[in-house]
C-alpha cells in the first residue's frame, strides 16, 4: 500500500485515529439503561455527532428511535449526479462482563502486544472511526466522489429494533444506492472478507414457578418441585446429545458452500480446552454460518456464595436462538416458545417473553459494489483476494434495510476477526487492520463512482 497515496493519507492519520478511538471507548454506552447511566450512551451518540460536523456533514441529527435510544444521522453531498452510499456502525456496545477478567480497563483504550484493547475497539466504536479514516482519506486526495450518508445506531447490541423501526417509519431517510455495513469482519488478519450470510436472531425470557416460596431442602426436599431443576431440564431439551440445537418444528438448514473454517482453526479460534469436544454435526461452516445456534445467554438463581439450603420456588433464564437465512425469525421465536412450554416437566408454570428479533440476511454478490469492492480490497491487501464468508451473528438492521430498499447494493465489512473477541473480556482490534480497511472503503467508494 506504500505508493497508493490514499494509502499513505490513512497511515499518517493513524495516531489521530487511536486518540478517538480512546475517546470514543471511554464512553460506556450500553444500551441497558437499568444498568448503565442513558448519559453515557448519550454522550457517545454527541461525539459521533460532533465528528460528522467537523467533516462538514449536513443534517446532522439526533434520532430519537422507537426503543428509547438515539442513532445518528448525517449527510455528506458529493458531486451532482453522483450516487449515494450509506455507511453503517453502531456506537453502542456490549457490557464488560467481568471487569476482573480484562488484562486492563474495559473502558480505556490500551495499547498491548500490537493490538488496541478496549470494549467497542472492534465491535464497532471502531467502525465509526473506520469510516471517518476512509472519508478523510477522499478529502485529502481529490475529494469524496459520492453523496454519503452516515448511520451511527445506538441500540444494536440489545436486539431492541429500535432504528429498523424508525426507518421503516422514515422510508425516505436511509435511502441509498449502495449501502456497507461496517460491522462485520475479515475471516482472519490479512485476509480480506466480504460478509455475504448473516443469521437472524430471537432472545426469549422463560421464567418457571413452582412454589409460592422457597422452602428448606431438607424438610421439603425430595417431594417439592424445584423450579431450578426444572428449568435446567427445559434448557436440557434444546440441545441433542451432540449437541445440535433442537427446537421442535425448525428444521436445520442446508450446508454452507463458500469459503469453509478449519476445525483444528476454529478450536484455537474459539480457545477450546484440549479434550473438549466441539459440538454439533457438519462442517464448521455449517454449523456457525447456516443452522440454528441456542444459546443460554443467563440464569437467574442464587450463586453458590451465600446460597442458603432452599427448595427453588422461581427460576429465570434467557435464551438466544440464531436461524440461518431462509428462516424466518417471526415464526422461530414461536417455536422457540412453544418448545420451552411444551418441555417444562411436572406441571410446572412456565411464561415466555420474546425480548429481542432480527431476520437473517444473504447478499446479493454478483452485483456491481462487490466488483469495486473486490478491486479495493486488492490494492489496499497485496497478493490477497477477497473472500466470501458468512457469519453467525446478526445485524437485524441489514434485513430491514434490504426489504426497504431492493435496489440497493448491501456489502458487509469490518474489524471482527477472530481475535477481536467480540462480546468477550478483553475484546481488541488490530489497528492494521483498521488501517487497511480503511484504505479499502476509501478506494471502493472511488471504484464504486468510477463504476
Known amino acids: 500500500m506504500s505508493s497508493n497515496p490514499v494509502a499513505e493519507t490513512v497511515a499518517s492519520l493513524m495516531p489521530r485515529a487511536r486518540t478517538e478511538l480512546a475517546e470514543l471507548v ?3 454506552s450500553v444500551a441497558d439503561f437499568d444498568q ?7 454522550g457517545a451518540a454527541r461525539w459521533v455527532a460532533d465528528a460528522l460536523r467537523a467533516e462538514g456533514f449536513e443534517d446532522v441529527a439526533l434520532l430519537d428511535t422507537p426503543d428509547g435510544t438515539q442513532s445518528v444521522y448525517g449527510y455528506l453531498p458529493g458531486p451532482e449526479g453522483a450516487r449515494t452510499v450509506l455507511l453503517y456502525a453502531h456506537y453502542d456496545v456490549q457490557p464488560p462482563l467481568d471487569e476482573s477478567g480484562w488484562t486492563t480497563p474495559p473502558f480505556e483504550l490500551t495499547e498491548r502486544d500490537g ?3 478496549g470494549r467497542g475497539a472492534a465491535d464497532c466504536k471502531g467502525g465509526v472511526i473506520m469510516h471517518l479514516l476512509a472519508l478523510r ?5 481529490g475529494g469524496v466522489p459520492v453523496h454519503v450518508k452516515v448511520i451511527a445506531e445506538g441500540s444494536e447490541e440489545q436486539g431492541t429494533g429500535g432504528l429498523e423501526r424508525y426507518a421503516e417509519q422514515h422510508p425516505e431517510l436511509l435511502t441509498a444506492d449502495t449501502i456497507v455495513i461496517g460491522d462485520a469482519g475479515n475471516y482472519r488478519v490479512g485476509l480480506p472478507t466480504v460478509t455475504t450470510s448473516l443469521r437472524g436472531m430471537t432472545l426469549v425470557r422463560v421464567r418457571v414457578d ?3 416460596g422457597n422452602l428448606h431442602s431438607g424438610q421439603f426436599g425430595g417431594a417439592a418441585p424445584d423450579a431450578l431443576s426444572a428449568l435446567i431440564r427445559v434448557l436440557d431439551s434444546l440441545r441433542g446429545e451432540d449437541g445440535s440445537t433442537t427446537v421442535d418444528g425448525l428444521t436445520p438448514a442446508s450446508g454452507w458452500d463458500g469459503l469453509q473454517y478449519d476445525e483444528e482453526q476454529f478450536r484455537q479460534d474459539a480457545k477450546v480446552l484440549d479434550g473438549v469436544e466441539l459440538i454439533g454435526s457438519g462442517t464448521i461452516a455449517d454449523r456457525i454460518w447456516a443452522r440454528p445456534a441456542v444459546t443460554v445467554l443467563g440464569i437467574d438463581c442464587p450463586p453458590v456464595v451465600g446460597a442458603t439450603p432452599s427448595v427453588q420456588a422461581s427460576a429465570r433464564a434467557l435464551v438466544s436462538l440464531r436461524v440461518p437465512p431462509g428462516v424466518d425469525s417471526v415464526e422461530a421465536t414461536k ?3 412453544a418448545h420451552l ?8 408454570r412456565v411464561s415466555t417473553e420474546q425480548t429481542g428479533q432480527g431476520q437473517a440476511f444473504s447478499a446479493d454478490t454478483t452485483s456491481p459494489a462487490y466488483a469495486a469492492m473486490a478491486e479495493a480490497m486488492a490494492v489496499a491487501y497485496p497478493g490477497q483476494e477477497m473472500q466470501y464468508a458468512g457469519q453467525g451473528g446478526s445485524i437485524p438492521l441489514c434485513s430491514t434495510l434490504a426489504g426497504l430498499y431492493p435496489e440497493a447494493e448491501i456489502l458487509l465489512i469490518g474489524l471482527s476477526e477472530p481475535e477481536a473477541q467480540i462480546h468477550a473480556v478483553n ?3 488490530s489497528p492494521q487492520e483498521l488501517e487497511r480497511l480503511s484504505v479499502t472503503e476509501a478506494l471502493f467508494l472511488r471504484n464504486y463512482a468510477a463504476g
Open 36 to 42: 448503565f447511566p442513558r448519559s453515557e450512551s448519550e
Open 335 to 337: 417455536l422457540l416458545q
Open 137 to 141: 482519506a477522499l478529502k485529502a486526495n
Open 26 to 28: 471511554a464512553f460506556k
Open 427 to 429: 475484546e481488541s482490534v
Open 115 to 117: 493490538r488496541w484493547y
Open 341 to 348: 412450554e411444551a418441555h417444562t416437566p411436572w406441571g410446572a
Open 210 to 212: 413452582t412454589l409460592e
